[in-house]
């Protein structure tokens, strides 16, 4: 993996991130987004590689980060195949999950992979050729750095500096969570604030890599008029759940009714706050919630296919193209 250092060949962790970089995927994102705006724009984005091709494999359930990242492939022109039932593959023979996946990597330029094992994400970055590109699309309860890439962007629209940023929720096996943590960690003058129950709260491995000022608290009433951002997660049951009786234990100290934003308590967001949600919600936000203002995680989920393809698009050297194709941003 040492060979692989850069964000230019395969992007699995927020480490990888600096400043410059995240900057410039933000501008970049700002660029694709201008050009897709009209038909020339996205044509242009669509001739940008057509000769590539991008292999998902997505073995967690997942449907929107899938179709977000399918639809960005189909932006700049990357023909997909998908694999997310391993029972029609050889695995089932007792090939291993590694070997099988360097196999189906042979068709493509590009592997973005979602996966429940932690881990698995760099065996792969290990195991493949080192001219195949990888993305990661969620790793277990660990990371999931381009929903931060998103977050981040989102965050950027608005405003960054100088703001309260609240996560709220199942803060130990949220993985957006602890991306995007570490993403804003380069902003100097932002303050973290980790807000859920004690056993729900953010693990030590990603606080010990913290430099900006943050705060853990059980207080969701307290902060919520102070946050300028309130960023919103559902409980990750599918971690530590194998049954109804396991549900019922393990979620007896989350109190559903607290950490969750409605009409009840919607007066006491600041005026010029923002409300994200990485989705899909459960109870998290009331649906009443989506009328207000305030409320962008729709915008948030669009802003998800725009910075992957700005992300993909940097990957394979086609950022320059982008730059320099302002002849088609609308006037
Ligand atoms: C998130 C994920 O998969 O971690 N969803 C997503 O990618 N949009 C959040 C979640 O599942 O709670």
Aim: include cysteine; charged fraction near 25%.
């Amino acid at each position: 993996m040492e060979k692989r250092m850069s964000v230019q060949n395969y992007c699995i962790n927020a480490q990888q991130f600096d400043l410059n970089t995240l900057n410039k995927i933000c501008e970049l994102t700002d660029k694709i987004r201008k050009l897709s705006e009209t038909e020339e724009g996205l044509t242009f984005l669509s001739s940008l590689l057509p000769n590539k091709r991008a292999m998902l494999y997505f073995k967690q359930p997942s449907t929107r980060t899938f179709l977000s990242f399918q639809n960005a492939c189909y932006i700049l022109g990357i023909k997909t195949s998908e694999i997310r039932d391993v029972t029609t593959s050889s695995e089932m023979k007792g090939e291993s999950e590694l070997d099988a996946v360097k196999t189906f990597s042979q068709y493509v330029d590009l592997v973005i992979m979602r996966h429940r094992r932690t881990d698995f994400i760099y065996e792969i970055a290990d195991h493949l050729d080192q001219n195949i590109k990888i993305i990661n699309g969620g790793s277990g309860n660990d990371q999931h750095p381009t929903q931060a890439l998103l977050d981040f962007y989102t965050i950027y629209k608005y405003g960054l500096h100088g703001k309260k940023i609240g996560f709220v929720g199942d803060l130990k096996n949220g993985r957006t969570v602890r991306s995007l943590a570490l993403l804003l960690n380069l902003i100097p003058d932002i303050e973290l604030y980790f807000i859920a129950p004690e056993s729900y709260q953010i693990k030590s491995d990603i606080t010990n890599k913290l430099k900006v000022n943050y705060h853990m608290t059980e207080d969701f009433d307290g902060q919520l008029s102070e946050l300028d951002v309130i960023y919103m997660t559902r409980l990750q049951s599918e971690y530590e759940v194998n049954n109804q009786s396991d549900l019922e234990f393990n979620h007896r100290d989350f109190d559903h009714t607290i950490y969750r934003i409605s009409g009840n308590n919607l007066s006491k967001v600041k005026e010029d706050a923002i409300i994200l949600h990485p989705l899909p919600r459960v109870t998290e936000i009331a649906p009443e919630v989506d009328k207000d203002k305030r409320a962008k995680y729709w915008e948030q989920v669009k802003n998800g296919m725009w910075t992957r393809v700005a992300l993909i698009s940097m990957m394979f050297n086609v950022d320059e193209k982008i730059n320099e194709g302002p002849q088609y941003i609308k006037k």
